[in-house]
């Protein structure tokens, strides 16, 4: 079985071949970094254009690489959501079309759920386990049942770390794409320098806050002026600030699963947070002090790429669970939806 993929929730244009046997036989993506840099952030419908000029493109490339034509695709998956919307629908409509030309199944894929299960790519990893789901839209602890089976253990109540990173970088000075680069900053820093504020940590339940951290960032930028060792130690200690609130929450989501009679079989971070690499140093410790393994998905597969979907096409069609060309594409789809939320 031979799945393809595509993802154009964002502002990567991105296409993935995978079988059902775990192999990747293509990973194809455009960025769109030199589109998007002077805003300092993604304009939505400059994304959308993007998309649609790389696509035929990228769907060659990607059949050149796994040495294959359209004839050999068993599906198509397609990210519908959640994401920005014009972006969502180019690749939506673009899927929909080959399914319709070659009558192969379409599969309507939850950009999230495609990166809940990644790593079931790379491992043979057992349900359930507990995920922590980190990006630029995204901070969630979900209790990972099966395909199609989330159970919500916490979310944000304000801003995404995600964006806590990216808005942070941008006042530092650090530029877009902001993440990788306050990562790269802090190497030259302390993460004492700064006394940042921890939202949330200590306290009860799983949820998650960052817009007071990233409110304190901007305090401390005001006060000072930017000069290369400030910046790396800004860089560091927010870098710290971030994995302590991480850490915590997480858990306390093993503490209350524990206390639920819930075990799981695995730690997993997911998303493009995940591949920070301090982030990931952290969540080892707390995995090996609850005596859990730990993975993370490769760095290429933490941000948006066609691979995820296409596997996450390969889990979903092997149940039977295919779409309609009807389906809709949605701005909003949380996971909540397929999933109970816990009990407060």
Same mark, same amino acid.
């Given at each position: 079985?031979?799945i393809?993929g595509?993802?154009?929730?964002?502002?990567?244009t991105?296409?993935?071949?995978?079988?059902?046997?775990r192999q990747i036989?293509?990973?194809?993506?455009?960025?769109?970094?030199?589109?998007?840099?002077?805003?300092?952030?993604?304009?939505?419908?400059?994304?959308a254009?993007a998309?649609?000029?790389?696509?035929?493109?990228l *769907?060659?490339?990607a059949?050149?690489?796994?040495k294959?034509?359209?004839d050999?695709?068993d599906g198509?998956?397609?990210?519908?959501g959640?994401?920005?919307?014009?972006?969502?629908?180019v690749?939506?409509?673009?899927?929909?079309?080959?399914?319709a030309?070659?009558?192969?199944?379409?599969?309507?894929?939850?950009?999230?759920?495609?990166?809940?299960?990644?790593?079931?790519?790379?491992e043979?990893?057992?349900?359930?386990?507990?995920?922590?789901? *980190?990006s630029?839209?995204h901070?969630?602890l979900?209790?990972?049942?099966g395909?199609?089976?989330?159970r919500?253990?916490?979310?944000?109540?304000?801003?995404?770390?995600?964006?806590?990173f990216?808005?942070s970088a941008?006042?530092?000075?650090?530029?877009?794409?902001?993440?990788?680069?306050?990562?790269?900053?802090?190497?030259?820093?302390?993460?004492?320098?700064?006394?940042?504020?921890?939202?949330?940590?200590?306290?009860?339940?799983?949820?998650?806050?960052f817009?007071?951290?990233?409110?304190?960032?901007?305090?401390?930028?005001m006060?000072?002026?930017?000069?290369?060792d400030f910046?790396?130690?800004?860089?560091?200690?927010?870098?710290?600030?971030?994995?302590d609130?991480?850490?915590?929450?997480?858990?306390?989501a093993?503490?209350?699963?524990?206390?639920d009679?819930?075990? *799981?079989?695995?730690?997993?971070v997911?998303?493009? *947070?995940a591949?920070?690499k301090?982030?990931?140093?952290?969540l080892?410790?707390?995995?090996?002090?609850?005596?859990l393994p730990?993975t993370?998905?490769?760095?290429?597969?933490?941000?948006?790429?066609?691979?995820?979907v296409?596997?996450?096409?390969v889990?979903?069609?092997?149940?039977?669970?295919?779409?309609?060309?009807?389906?809709?594409?949605?701005p909003r789809?949380?996971?909540e939806?397929l999933?109970?939320?816990?009990?407060k």
């Amino acid at each position: 079985m031979l799945i393809l993929g595509l993802e154009t929730s964002c502002d990567e244009t991105a296409v993935g071949i995978v079988s059902a046997e775990r192999q990747i036989l293509a990973n194809c993506i455009a960025m769109q970094l030199k589109e998007h840099e002077p805003y300092g952030g993604v304009v939505p419908e400059i994304a959308a254009r993007a998309h649609l000029d790389h696509l035929d493109d990228l *769907v060659r490339r990607a059949l050149a690489e796994a040495k294959i034509t359209l004839d050999d695709i068993d599906g198509i998956a397609v990210t519908t959501g959640p994401g920005l919307i014009g972006g969502v629908m180019v690749g939506a409509m673009y899927g929909k079309a080959i399914a319709a030309v070659r009558q192969i199944p379409f599969m309507a894929i939850n950009h999230l759920e495609a990166h809940a299960l990644t790593v079931r790519l790379l491992e043979d990893i057992a349900f359930p386990y507990l995920l922590l789901l *980190v990006s630029g839209g995204h901070s969630q602890l979900l209790l990972v049942l099966g395909v199609g089976a989330y159970r919500r253990l916490g979310t944000t109540i304000d801003d995404a770390v995600g964006e806590c990173f990216d808005k942070s970088a941008k006042l530092l000075g650090l530029g877009y794409p902001g993440g990788p680069k306050l990562e790269h900053a802090a190497q030259k820093g302390r993460a004492d320098a700064f006394d940042l504020p921890r939202p949330m940590l200590g306290r009860p339940g799983c949820d998650f806050s960052f817009s007071g951290l990233k409110t304190a960032v901007r305090q401390l930028v005001m006060a000072q002026s930017l000069s290369p060792d400030f910046v790396a130690n800004a860089a560091a200690s927010l870098q710290a600030a971030i994995a302590d609130i991480l850490v915590d929450r997480t858990q306390n989501a093993l503490q209350f699963l524990q206390m639920d009679n819930q075990n *799981v079989t695995t730690l997993v971070v997911a998303g493009g *947070v995940a591949a920070n690499k301090s982030i990931r140093s952290h969540l080892t410790a707390l995995a090996i002090k609850y005596n859990l393994p730990f993975t993370a998905p490769p760095v290429e597969l933490c941000t948006d790429n066609g691979v995820m979907v296409a596997w996450a096409g390969v889990e979903r069609l092997r149940l039977g669970l295919t779409d309609g060309l009807d389906v809709a594409s949605r701005p909003r789809w949380p996971l909540e939806a397929l999933s109970t939320p816990m009990q407060k």
